[in-house]
């Protein structure tokens, strides 16, 4: 499904380059989940921007399902995202301008596979019923990250990769999101790839690759 | 359908930001509509010009004219048609009546030839019969039609849409008759196809003049015209800054937004491909709002425009606007273009927009030096720039390429100045809620800065022209007194008229001195001029408004050997004191030398003086109608109702209603320039409104730790009203000697260029105090309302400022 | 009898209304009438009659070249006064002036047109010597008299210059010059000199040929229009071979039969009327010529004087397409006599 072979990045600085990754690699079956640990630092947040191919490798290749994203174009990887990939932000990101449906709905638009029972389904089980026509601003922060998780699903992803999505809530909070997030991911059928620093919420999911340094541990 | 799903997201950014929608479609719409309005004005003027020259196929058929520009014989005319050429004859000139002149235009229908086209007495031959047979017909536009129909001098009149206004066109009879020039000829019309040589008799006396694609108008209200447009063009930048700085803002505010856009899968191109026709959607908007206020413009203007074209140039151009759809268009297009013009930086940056947030995002102090240096590098070399094409340059274009310099480069320059004295009132600021305010004025320069340039420029313009049109003021009254100096002036209908006025007077004791201000119309090197007789008198040695003159000038003109020549001839033809000006005459060149140089304002002619009797030496023919009057001033107001009741025919004025219909001539000449002068004073207001408001959210988050720390509402909506008030101020200042170098380029270079005459530049210290005020009015107006939205926001308002803090 | 009516009713319509057909005889708006025969004097009559509305001095001439080929010249000028009251000074006199010039072959009719105001010396006819002219275009003779003239004009492809000369007196038409139009009884004053012998030189397609033919003059004026049911005329000058010469036209009425009329001229130069009755004129080949179909070719018969013929047009596109256009060329004749001539015709749509 997910194969990160030999992956390099370093990222210039004032300081002199710094490498950030070096030599990554790891796999991910379809409909695993896989915890992505480290230090701070780490290069965590670097892989999974690379593996969305939000940034470009210096070295090494990434491959999601048949497609190699390091080989691939600006407009195809904007594609590849818009069909294969969920993305949620440790801020959300939702976009400000449009209500909880909108945002929900936004991404499978886009990319050709709204499904509108699927999202109603989601919207029911991501608790949103209520606050569909509200905008970002009006909801708090869990309810934010819900309807983040509630986006990156709605269009069925192969692919949900997840940055450290509770790191804005408080504890409990969090891990209300985290169960409900491992439950949708095992109703859709994606793999999932999750960044955190956190031990427990890595020991939620069926595997866990700790980077230290750029390496991985 | 991707592209519809992302175009609704951005736009509903709008929808929740109606502030900076509303100030980036009244920015556009207000640039386009100065801009287009101008341009109506010009295009109507130039379209009524061209209509002139195009009248009886000016613009096409080659013509027939007397080498000395004057008029001929009709045996000319019979002479060459009897060798066979295909000649029609015209006779035009303007007909004095008590409601202003009329240009009579008379030709032979008989005769004209098919390319004079335009006429419409063709059209059935009954309008014809009239046209020839008394009482005749006279052809003229609606307009005109309406406002002379049936007046008692003219014959009656029937339309023809294709004439410019104020003229007539009338049978040749009947024009020989209202011109007074009987067996008198203006040109010929000459066939297309004719190749020949004119006959050796004739050659001497008579030229072939190639068709003018565009006539003596065209060329003398070119400057007025470039004028216009460079205060368009002026308004139309103002209004693009209102509208660079909403977009930029937009784009600022949406920049987080469009990288979740990005992050979602909406690729690089389709992202700015739809920026692209968001905007250009957002531009036609606005544009076709503008195109409809440039029209109520140049339709509120026009009758001033008309009205000093007419006075400066005898122009005649009609008081309503047609304008093609090709305006309409263009005024779309310009909004089109500007908007994109104003956003290209923003796309650039959509288009470039990387994905992640830089991990350390630069200081907004480090962002704002980096500014500000390469601003000052810019305004360093258009500065450079201007200064080469003052020193370089010639023309007009070169004085509009100095005034832009100048403007553009303090504009880029003002953020550095007002940043440097903000940091000098820091550095001195030491308890910390003064310290506060400084550093906090300085961060918000950066927002500003675009709005206040604006206001920089437009003050700066108000200065320049309101001290050049003072200075032209002051000037032009002293000017009036020299050239005025005869206490009345009148012109009989006819020679014969002036003959019987001036035995009259020799029998009224209070009559000092009769003058006689006799003129022909010439042209040299292809410039009309007017050639003016004078009689020797104390009149004109004491009083007549010399700028340079050699020794004995008086004498060696009265002598016939000299002449005097207006200062926008002698600049026109670039001719030095003591050169020779050979002046056509019908007995031949006629070589003089000038002898002093004097001042003409107003006069878009070139002009030269010579000895009445060298005159009518060489000019038989001159027009012998006009007189002027020395009597005791006390006595003039008698005299001049004496003479009308005993010559009904003839027109007499005293010198003081000669200089009040100067004086109102002149001030109507300046009433467009001051119109735009405002409104581009207003936009520049409407920049520093919008940029305020759009300010005023993000200034919540700035405001709302003060605000936790214990400063009231009140207090901080003082505080941002004071700092408004001190910006405007700061710019006002900054603005007065700008102002003052652009008076300069516009007394020394540009009027030199445009018409021919240097100023001397008064100060009018009063009017920048009123400036000053009118800045700080501008600048208390547009903060009122953000600061009355702060005194009014609730807490909960100002805890979102933390909340929403990203 | 010729073109000339028709053109200036259309150029001045309104003069025409203000005219009124019922007024016959009278001289109706001012002009002077012609309402009676009147001892026509020479030189004086062969100038300008401005009390008159219409005028005209027209010259056909039947052309040779040396190798024998054909050609055909027209010289006209019409005066037209275009109010009633005395001719005025300069611009203001009133009269207006047009001269028609063509010169044809077998293959091309080139025509030229050109227009004056009375009044400034552009066109004029003065007697003593007889000069008419228009612009640069000449009828001029050597004394008072039109016994011997110059005549010369010149288009844009085309001129040529004249002269023409003969002993006889002029002939008088109609009664003693009285020719009637109509049987409502409008009428012109009308002489010709058909007589002439011609001799000159023509330019055309770029070449200059030596010229001998005949000429023949007309000269009538009137104030009185044609009847308000006349749309049109034929109208033939012949010189026969005999030296008799003969002058017939056709006046075609929407709602009577035609007015016919003539005059047979011996070789003496004497002059008969010929009444309606004496006179058959038959169309016998019609061609399309300017988009529209006109009777080319004729029957011609006087059968008092034993004249039985047939015309034909040396160029059957004569058409003159001036500003009011009709055709006029010349044309052979053949069958009891040969000769040759003119034919002009009007009026056809």
């Given at each position: 499904m997910l194969d990160v072979d030999a992956v390099s990045k370093s990222y210039a600085t004032a300081q002199g380059p710094i490498e950030v990754l070096r030599c990554v690699s790891l796999g991910l079956g379809p409909g695993r989940t896989l915890a992505l640990t480290g230090e701070s630092g780490s290069g965590k947040s670097t892989l999974l921007h690379l593996i969305a191919g939000l940034d470009a490798v210096d070295a090494g290749t990434i491959r999601l399902g048949g497609s190699c994203v390091t080989g691939l174009g600006d407009a195809a990887r904007a594609a590849l995202r818009r069909t294969a990939i969920g993305l949620i932000f440790q801020q959300f990101n939702l976009i400000p301008s449009l209500d909880v449906a909108g945002n929900l709905g936004f991404q499978a638009r886009i990319g050709g596979r709204h499904d509108a029972a699927w999202q109603e389904e989601l919207t029911e089980r991501l608790g949103l019923g209520e606050v569909q026509a509200r905008f970002p601003e009006q909801l708090s922060g869990g309810q934010q990250q819900r309807v983040a998780i509630g986006r990156a699903l709605a269009g069925r992803p192969a692919l949900i990769l997840a940055d450290e999505p509770t790191g804005n809530l408080d504890e409990a909070t969090g891990e209300a999101v985290m169960a409900l997030l491992l439950e949708l991911v095992d109703a859709s059928g994606a793999s999932l790839l999750m960044v955190t620093h956190s031990p427990r919420l890595a020991a939620m999911l069926d595997a866990r690759v700790t980077l230290r340094a750029g390496r991985v541990a | 359908m991707r592209a519809l799903v992302v175009l609704r997201t951005l736009l509903a950014h709008w929808r929740r930001h109606p502030v900076e929608l509303a100030t980036l479609l009244v920015g556009l719409a207000v640039a386009t509509a100065l801009w287009s309005g101008v341009q109506a004005l010009n295009a109507q003027a130039r379209a009524s010009y061209d209509r002139a020259a195009a009248v009886l196929g000016g613009d096409v058929l080659s013509t027939v004219v007397a080498a000395d520009g004057q008029r001929f014989p009709l045996e000319d005319y019979v002479?060459?048609?009897?060798?066979?050429w295909k000649v029609s004859p015209v006779i035009e000139g303007d007909m004095r009546r008590a409601d202003g002149s009329v240009r009579v235009l008379g030709v032979d229908p008989v005769t004209l030839p098919p390319a004079a086209g335009s006429l419409d007495i063709g059209e059935g031959a009954e309008r014809l019969t009239q046209f020839l047979t008394p009482p005749n017909l006279a052809l003229a536009a609606p307009e005109t039609v309406a406002r002379l129909g049936g007046a008692q001098d003219l014959p009656p009149l029937a339309e023809s849409a294709d004439l410019p206004p104020d003229t007539l066109v009338v049978d040749i009879a009947v024009a020989e008759r209202l011109l007074d020039a009987p067996g008198r000829l203006s040109r010929l019309l000459l066939a297309p196809g004719e190749t020949r040589a004119l006959p050796a008799a004739l050659a001497g006396r008579l030229r072939v003049e190639a068709p003018r694609e565009t006539g003596d108008l065209d060329r003398l209200t070119d400057s007025f015209h470039l004028n216009l447009t460079a205060f368009g063009f002026l308004s139309f930048v103002v209004g693009l800054f209102i509208v660079y700085s909403a977009i930029g803002l937009a784009f600022e505010q949406r920049k987080p937004m469009l990288r979740t856009l990005r992050a979602c899968g909406v690729s690089a191109r389709m992202l700015t491909g739809v920026m692209v026709g968001e905007l250009v959607g957002l531009a036609l908007v606005a544009g076709l709002a503008g195109v409809v206020a440039g029209y109520a413009i140049a339709a509120s203007l026009l009758p001033d425009v008309a009205a000093s074209l007419r006075g400066l140039y005898g122009a005649r151009v009609p008081g309503s606007l047609s304008l093609a759809p090709a305006w309409w268009a263009a005024g779309i297009a310009i909004s089109v273009g500007g908007a994109l013009f104003a956003a290209a930086g923003s796309l650039w940056r959509a288009w470039t927009l990387p994905l992640l947030a830089p991990a350390q995002p630069q200081a907004w102090l480090q962002a704002q030096r980096r500014g500000l240096r390469l601003q000052g590098a810019l305004a360093a070399a258009i500065g450079a720039g201007a200064l080469a094409a003052l020193v370089f340059g010639d023309g007009l274009v070169a004085g509009f390429a100095v005034m832009g310099g100048l403007l553009l480069a303090a504009a880029l320059l003002l953020p550095s100045?007002?940043?440097?004295?903000?940091?000098?009132?820091?550095?001195?600021?030491?308890?910390?809620?003064?310290?506060?305010?400084?550093?906090?004025?300085?961060?918000?320069?950066?927002?500003?800065?675009?709005?206040?340039?604006?206001?920089?420029?437009?003050?700066?313009?108000?200065?320049?022209?309101?001290?050049?049109?003072?200075?032209?003021?002051?000037?032009?009254?002293?000017?009036l007194d020299q050239r005025l100096a005869a206490e009345v002036y009148l012109t009989a209908a006819d020679a014969e008229g002036a003959q019987a006025v001036a035995l009259w007077l020799d029998a009224r004791p209070e009559v000092r001195a009769r003058l006689p201000i006799w003129n022909v119309e010439g042209r040299l090197r292809d410039w009309p001029v007017e050639i003016y007789g004078f009689r020797d008198d104390p009149t004109y040695r004491d009083n007549w408004p010399l700028i340079a003159t050699l020794p004995e000038a008086w004498d060696r003109v009265a002598a016939g050997e000299a002449a005097l020549v207006s200062e926008q001839l002698a600049r026109r033809l670039n001719l030095a004191l003591g050169e020779t000006v050979t002046l056509p005459s019908p007995q031949g060149p006629w070589p003089v030398e000038v002898a002093a140089i004097y001042s003409d304002y107003g006069n878009p002619e070139g002009q030269v003086m010579v000895a009445v009797d060298a005159l009518t030496a060489r000019w038989p023919e001159v027009d012998r109608r006009r007189l002027a009057l020395r009597v005791a001033p006390e006595a003039a107001a008698a005299l001049v109702t004496d003479l009308r009741a005993a010559f009904p025919g003839v027109e007499a004025v005293d010198q003081r209603a000669l200089k009040d219909l100067s004086k109102r001539i002149f001030e109507r000449t300046f009433t467009v320039t001051v119109?735009?002068?405002?409104?581009?004073?207003?936009?520049?207001?409407?920049?520093?409104?919008?940029?305020?408001?759009?300010?005023?959210?993000?200034?919540?988050?700035?405001?709302?730790?003060?605000?936790?720390?214990?400063?009231?509402?009140?207090?901080?909506?003082?505080?941002?009203?004071?700092?408004?008030?001190?910006?405007?101020?700061?710019?006002?200042?900054?603005?007065?000697?700008?102002?003052?170098?652009?008076?300069?380029?516009?007394?020394?270079?540009?009027?030199?260029?445009?018409?021919?005459?240097?100023?001397?530049?008064?100060?009018?210290?009063?009017?920048?105090?009123?400036?000053?005020?009118?800045?700080?009015?501008?600048?208390?107006?547009?903060?009122?309302?953000?600061?009355?939205?702060?005194?009014?926001?609730?807490?909960?308002?100002?805890?979102?400022?933390?909340?929403?803090?990203? | 009898m010729s073109a000339r009516w028709l053109i200036f009713l259309l150029l001045f319509p309104a003069a025409v209304q203000g005219q009124g057909y019922a007024g016959l005889g009278s001289g109706a708006g001012g002009y002077a009438a012609v309402t009676a025969p009147a001892a026509l004097e020479f030189p004086r009559d062969h100038g300008a009659h401005p009390g008159f509305r219409i005028e005209w001095w027209y010259l056909t001439a039947n052309l040779k070249g040396e190798d024998g080929e054909d050609f055909g010249a027209q010289w006209t000028l019409f005066r037209q006064a275009g109010r009633p009251e005395p001719e005025a000074e300069g611009w203001a006199s009133g009269q207006i002036w047009m001269g028609h010039a063509a010169l044809t072959t077998a293959d091309a009719h080139r025509v030229a047109e050109t227009f004056a105001r009375g009044g400034i010396g552009q066109a004029g006819v003065e007697t003593a010597p007889f000069r008419a002219w228009i612009d640069d275009w000449e009828m001029t003779g050597t004394d008072d008299g039109i016994g011997a003239l110059t005549v010369a004009a010149r288009g844009e492809d085309f001129a040529y210059r004249l002269k023409v000369r003969t002993d006889h007196e002029p002939v008088l038409q109609g009664v003693a010059g009285f020719s009637v139009k109509s049987e409502a009884g409008q009428a012109s004053y009308y002489y010709s000199q058909p007589f002439y012998a011609v001799s000159g030189e023509i330019e055309v397609e770029g070449r200059r040929v030596a010229v001998t033919g005949r000429a023949w003059l007309d000269r009538e004026w009137s104030s009185q229009p044609l009847a308000e049911d006349q749309s049109g005329?034929?109208?033939?000058?012949?010189?026969?071979?005999?030296?008799?010469?003969?002058?017939?036209?056709?006046?075609?009425?929407?709602?009577?039969?035609?007015?016919?009329?003539?005059?047979?001229?011996?070789?003496?130069?004497?002059?008969?009327?010929?009444?309606?009755?004496?006179?058959?004129?038959?169309?016998?080949?019609?061609?399309?010529?300017?988009?529209?179909?006109?009777?080319?070719?004729?029957?011609?018969?006087?059968?008092?004087?034993?004249?039985?013929?047939?015309?034909?047009?040396?160029?059957?596109?004569?058409?003159?397409?001036?500003?009011?256009?009709?055709?006029?060329?010349?044309?052979?004749?053949?069958?009891?006599?040969?000769?040759?001539?003119?034919?002009?015709?009007?009026?056809?749509?």
């Open positions: - | 002479a060459l048609r009897r060798a066979g100045v007002l940043a440097g004295v903000l940091s000098l009132g820091a550095r001195g600021a030491r308890r910390p809620m003064v310290q506060w305010l400084w550093a906090d004025g300085r961060q918000q320069l950066s927002g500003l800065s675009l709005a206040l340039m604006a206001l920089l420029l437009a003050l700066a313009v108000n200065v320049g022209v309101g001290t050049m049109v003072d200075s032209f003021r002051r000037t032009f009254t002293g000017w119109a735009l002068n405002a409104l581009t004073l207003a936009v520049a207001g409407i920049a520093l409104l919008t940029s305020l408001l759009t300010l005023s959210n993000l200034r919540l988050v700035q405001l709302a730790p003060l605000w936790a720390m214990g400063v009231t509402r009140r207090r901080l909506a003082a505080i941002e009203m004071g700092k408004a008030l001190a910006l405007a101020a700061l710019t006002a200042l900054a603005a007065l000697p700008l102002g003052l170098a652009v008076a300069w380029v516009l007394t020394a270079v540009i009027n030199v260029q445009a018409f021919g005459w240097k100023l001397p530049i008064f100060l009018f210290p009063g009017q920048w105090l009123t400036l000053l005020g009118m800045a700080l009015a501008t600048a208390f107006l547009a903060a009122l309302w953000p600061a009355w939205r702060l005194r009014r926001a609730s807490p909960l308002t100002l805890l979102q400022g933390f909340s929403n803090e990203r | 005329w034929d109208w033939f000058s012949l010189h026969l071979e005999d030296g008799a010469k003969v002058m017939l036209f056709r006046l075609r009425s929407e709602t009577e039969p035609p007015f016919l009329s003539g005059t047979w001229i011996a070789p003496d130069g004497t002059p008969t009327p010929l009444a309606p009755d004496q006179i058959a004129m038959t169309p016998v080949a019609e061609t399309e010529v300017a988009g529209r179909r006109l009777p080319v070719g004729w029957r011609i018969e006087v059968p008092d004087f034993g004249l039985a013929v047939d015309t034909e047009p040396l160029n059957a596109q004569s058409w003159m397409g001036t500003l009011f256009p009709y055709w006029e060329g010349p044309i052979s004749v053949t069958g009891s006599h040969d000769g040759r001539g003119y034919l002009e015709m009007t009026g056809y749509e």
